[in-house]
């Protein structure tokens, strides 16, 4: 029972990081690019509030993954020893894809995204917006590729 909890956990958060960045940054964005610009403010514009919580929401589901895998891990620990011989290859390569993403998250989350953070109180830092909003853009592609194949590992692993 514990397991599948646990797996639970663990599927629905790659759901949520996959499925925000898919819809963000392949449907939402490139439609709302269309747009005729709008006589607003950054903060208030829809590509600001995209990855204001997008950046947030995949480090958070990163979070949730990584614990919820390690506690998988010590749960099965004695089960864990009569794996059959490449489980752990297949392991390592799941977690540098795991590491790839986790660190481009934190640039995403805690540099990027800070940089236009809190626009009233810093309005000077309004005129990088358009170039940090395409920064954060570009960097979600590499995120979202490692996070797929993370996803497509763990789904091969449960099955080796
Ligand atoms: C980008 C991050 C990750 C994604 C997208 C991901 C995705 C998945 C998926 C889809 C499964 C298959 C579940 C099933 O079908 O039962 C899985 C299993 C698993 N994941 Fe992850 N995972 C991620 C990160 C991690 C991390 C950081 C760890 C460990 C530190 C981890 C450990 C495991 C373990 C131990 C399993 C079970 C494998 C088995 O049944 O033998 N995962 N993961």
């Known amino acids: 029972m514990t397991n599948n909890i646990i797996i639970f956990i663990h599927l629905i958060a790659a759901a949520i990081a996959i499925g925000s960045m898919v819809f963000s940054i392949i449907l939402l964005l490139p439609s709302t690019d269309k747009v005729p610009a709008q006589q607003e403010l950054e903060e208030f514009s829809i590509p600001y509030k995209t990855v204001e919580l997008l950046a947030p929401t995949v480090f958070t589901c990163l979070l949730i993954l990584i614990g919820t895998g390690i506690y998988y891990l010590l749960e099965n620990y004695t089960g864990q020893m009569a794996l059959k011989p490449g489980y752990y290859n297949l ?70």
Request: charged share 15%; aromatic share 14%; with cysteine.
């Open 91 to 160: 392991f390592g390569l799941k977690l540098i894809c795991v590491v790839v993403a986790f660190f481009l998250s934190i640039y995403q989350t805690f540099n990027l995204r800070a940089r236009i953070a809190n626009l009233d109180l810093s309005p000077e830092n309004r005129k990088i917006v358009p170039k940090t909003i395409q920064q954060i853009k570009k960097t979600t592609t590499p995120v979202l590729v490692t996070f797929s194949l993370a996803l497509f590992f763990g789904i091969w692993l449960a099955r080796f």
